[in-house]
């Protein structure tokens, strides 16, 4: 079957850099995205990967490799408003999105 | 970037009532939408897929004559909750593809939906 896994929550410190993991079994591979969700708040794009490799926009990267089925993504300078949910998706053989089940990420003062 | 209108965002219905939810791409053609729905402290749950012009696809455990979907055109899509009930409360969200790229979902607002 089709999986992927993130950290259900993580805790970090304002200004401190933070790294959410994700694996993933899918079937086909077409790309992995991050999103952003805060809370009562429909997801935004943070970024996508199809290449191995990273990939920096500011205080966010993102990193890929396809052999090992596993990314992160990086959040550096960390602010208060970053305290939100980030969903790992992939995109499989079908151009299907197979989602995460999110990491709470709390950021504390 | 492409802009993806959800309306309303929330709304409360009376128990045995029907909600529409709609979804517009504002800047682009949307040959392919999805609708999905979020318990809290969950990740998004894909309830269908809908083409322009064809039926939807629905995926399992998705009753399709409650949940009915329609996607007359490139720009809308419309999610009908018929005879709600208190268990179809949620968070249901639209995404939108370009039909130029398939990489690539924006998604709506959401609409809140509460069934009392």
């Known amino acids: 079957g089709q999986n992927i896994d993130q950290p259900t929550e993580m805790t970090a410190t304002e200004g401190a850099i933070v790294q959410i993991n994700c694996t993933y079994q899918?079937?086909?591979?077409?790309?992995l995205f991050w999103y952003q969700q805060h809370a009562g708040e429909a997801p935004t794009f943070l970024s996508y990967n199809v290449l191995d490799g990273l990939e920096e926009k500011g205080r966010f990267s993102s990193f890929l490799s396809r052999s090992k089925g596993y990314s992160y993504l990086l959040l550096k300078e960390l602010q208060m408003k970053d305290s939100a949910s980030y969903l790992c998706a992939v995109m499989d053989s079908n151009y299907q999105l197979i989602w995460g089940a999110g990491t709470k990420l709390i950021i504390k003062p | 970037g492409a802009v993806v209108s959800q309306h309303p965002s929330r709304v409360i219905c009376k128990s045995g009532t029907s909600v529409k939810i709609e979804c517009r791409s504002l800047d682009f053609q949307a040959t392919t939408m999805f609708w999905y729905r979020q318990f809290p402290k969950q990740s998004l749950m894909l309830m269908a897929t809908s083409n322009e012009g064809s039926k939807a696809t629905y995926e399992q455990g998705v009753e399709k004559d409650k949940f009915l979907i329609n996607h007359a055109s490139l720009t809308l899509s419309t999610l009908t909750v018929t005879s709600a009930h208190p268990e179809d409360s949620s968070f249901y969200i639209c995404?939108?593809?370009?039909?130029?790229?398939?990489?690539?979902?924006?998604f709506g607002q959401g609409t809140r939906l509460t069934v009392v």
């Open positions: 995404s939108a593809r370009d039909g130029r790229e398939v990489t690539e979902a924006f």
């Open positions: 899918t079937s086909g591979f077409n790309g």
